[in-house]
């Protein structure tokens, strides 16, 4: 059990667990959090299983949780864990079993009060022409070929066939496309599931939202990003669909032999790994790289199908229907990554589940015109709360690796919100508030229920007041689908 009095506070909003907590700790465990997103996540096994990165071969500095932190797979979902390319490890659970889910925020000229009365009509289309929902195919047939294709392509794949435009991948993180991504690395199995479902939602969190930029902090930076108040966006939520998923699931049970090879001690199963620099590891990264091209492809496709849907509905309403993207960003995935360690850059692997890049300015990886303010960060809300854009800062690159938190993480399990909140009454409530929703089963919309989640303003408010990621501005939702 690990328990309040267990942490030291370093400065404030800043929580560290000494190496000293456990003989088996390599470093410390560190949470970036208030007071009370601390007691919130005293609630569940996430501390636990932050203390258990910790252990972890090849670990450096220490692992450290963002404020959304909650109980998932292995570690914690909002855990960072930096370990040493040479040395260290690579993990599957470290990722997640959903690879390269994402969110992407696409801006418009288009004021929000032109489109709030046919957002009915919106949000009608969108369910009709978005493909969502456990399992469910799309239109996009892949050959074995473009498969394969794809997995090692990514959204370039996309554009190339017609989905979307080049400026598309300079403002996609990776420009869409991972290095070192090989087909062969994933198994038959997997490939068949992702075959039929590209271009599609998905279920669970995942949701296309038309939101309205209530207000802007930094104006300077959102003029960079092209966003301004009472403008109209859209944002997109989903990763690499089953594929993804049958990836995490191949290399779980495969990665088990790793551990007894290479006579890894781990406090808890599900943290199985294999060292990166290794056949078992080298093969792992291989196949997540190209789940997470098939996710980035996945978004550039649902881009597209959401660009056509919205220039229909819109035409007649208003002139200048284009949508351009602002930024496309991962929060589940591991890269490599150079960072200082002990004043020498280090080439680390650093594994991110449930937190998202927040490189700050001057950073080569950054598209041309965000490079002199940094890289967008995006933390969708859910339904009936705020989302927000933000910007990473150099203090990031020297607190958290360069990252920050990804959305507001849950307090309710899916099970426990469905016994609490009935979907219909909440897609009432969120009706009077101004907010549509459509969604594949009332029970659905009862799981992704805003109560189920924490605070993301008090989330937020945390990274902005540490300065690892800075507000640039708060978008409302004006209409929502959901898997």
């Not at 670990?59 to 040479?86: C, E, F, R």
């Not at 296309?208 to 939520?237: C, K, N, P, S, T």
């Not at 993804?244 to 790793?258: M, N, S």
Request: glycine share 10%; net charge positive; hydrophobic share 40%.
């Amino acid at each position: 059990m690990v328990n309040k009095q267990d942490f030291k506070k370093v400065e404030e909003y800043v929580y560290e667990i000494p190496k000293s907590f456990r003989p088996d700790m390599r470093v410390p465990a560190r949470l970036y959090a208030d007071e009370e997103l601390l007691e919130a996540a005293l609630g569940d096994r996430s501390l636990r299983q932050l203390v258990n990165t910790a252990t972890l071969p090849g670990v450096v500095k220490y692992t450290l949780a963002m404020p959304d932190i909650h109980q998932g797979y292995g570690p914690p979902i909002g855990g960072v864990i930096p370990s040493k390319a040479s040395t260290g490890i690579i993990s599957p659970g470290a990722v997640g079993y959903d690879i390269n889910c994402g969110v992407r925020l696409l801006r418009s000229n288009i004021l929000a009060e032109e489109v709030k009365p046919i957002m009915g009509d919106i949000v009608n289309a969108l369910f009709r022409g978005v493909p969502s929902g456990v399992g469910r195919s799309g239109d996009v047939r892949l050959s074995h070929r473009d498969t394969d294709n794809v997995l090692e392509r990514g959204s370039a794949w996309a554009v190339s066939q017609g989905y979307g435009t080049k400026d598309d991948l300079e403002h996609t993180e990776e420009r869409g496309g991972m290095a070192g991504a090989e087909a062969r690395a994933v198994s038959p199995k997997a490939k068949k599931r992702g075959r039929d479902q590209l271009g599609t939602l998905g279920s669970g969190n995942h949701f296309v939202e038309v939101a309205e930029v209530e207000e802007v902090y930094d104006r300077e930076v959102a003029e960079a990003f092209g966003l301004f108040e009472g403008q109209m966006v859209v944002w997109i939520h989903s990763g690499s669909r089953g594929l993804g998923h049958q990836v995490c699931t191949d290399y779980v049970r495969d990665l088990q032999k790793a551990v007894t090879k290479y006579g890894i001690k781990l406090p808890d199963r599900e943290l199985v790994c294999a060292p990166f620099d290794s056949p078992e590891g080298r093969d792992y990264f291989a196949a997540m790289a190209s789940a997470a091209n098939y996710a980035w492809a996945n978004r550039q496709v649902l881009a597209h199908r959401v660009r056509r849907i919205l220039d229909d509905v819109l035409a007649g309403v208003v002139k200048d229907r284009e949508l351009t993207l602002v930024y496309d960003l991962t929060h589940n995935i591991a890269k490599v990554e150079e960072h200082p360690i002990d004043g020498k850059l280090t080439k680390l692997v650093i594994h991110r589940k449930g937190a998202t890049r927040a490189f700050g300015p001057g950073m080569r990886d950054l598209p041309a015109d965000y490079r002199e303010v940094g890289q967008p960060v995006l933390i969708p809300g859910d339904m009936g709360t705020a989302s927000y854009v933000l910007v990473g800062t150099a203090k990031a690159m020297e607190k958290t690796f360069g990252t920050s938190c990804h959305g507001a993480g849950r307090v309710m399990s899916r099970r426990a919100a469905k016994r609490k909140i009935r979907g219909q009454e909440l897609a009432k409530e969120l009706r009077s508030q101004g907010i549509i929703v459509r969604g594949g089963s009332m029970a659905g919309l009862a799981e992704e229920a805003p109560a189920a989640y924490k605070d993301v303003d008090r989330v937020v408010n945390v990274v902005h007041s540490l300065g690892i990621a800075r507000k640039v501005a708060r978008v409302v939702p004006l209409g929502v689908i959901k898997g």
